[in-house]
């Protein structure tokens, strides 16, 4: 089954157009990104949280801005921390190389 995937960071400049990027080749995975800020490129919406069957965010506290901002639309997605800090720059392979470490357990896939 195709699973619907979120990444969110904060200005959807950096670390989650990267997730989105090495994700998007993949068959049985749909990704998009937003960010939380205002100035955002591509804003996080309620549309888009009810989309999703998982949510990655980068960074705690983009966990509880979520919740502060978006409750009415969380409801069973599945919203996982990845603890990267926005130390990256877009696709850079340090940042790639992270999150292919870390995904996979949370996908089920090697």
């Known amino acids: 089954m195709n699973k619907n995937i979120l990444f969110i960071c904060s200005q959807n400049k950096l670390r989650s157009p990267t997730a ?10 749909t990704v998009s990104s937003a ?10 919406s309620g549309e888009l949280l009810e989309w999703a069957d998982i949510i990655f965010v980068m960074e705690k506290n ?5 919740r502060k901002n978006f409750r009415e639309y969380l409801k069973d997605q599945k919203i996982i921390c990845l603890d990267i800090p926005d130390i990256y720059e877009y696709m850079e392979p340090a940042l ?3 999150l292919q470490a870390k995904l ?5 896939f090697p």
């Open 20 to 29: 989105e990027q090495v994700y998007a080749s993949r068959d049985d995975l």
């Open 35 to 44: 960010g939380l800020n205002n100035s955002a490129k591509n804003r996080v």
């Open 62 to 66: 983009h966990i509880n801005r979520l």
């Open 96 to 98: 790639v190389e992270v």
């Open 104 to 108: 996979p357990r949370y996908l089920g």
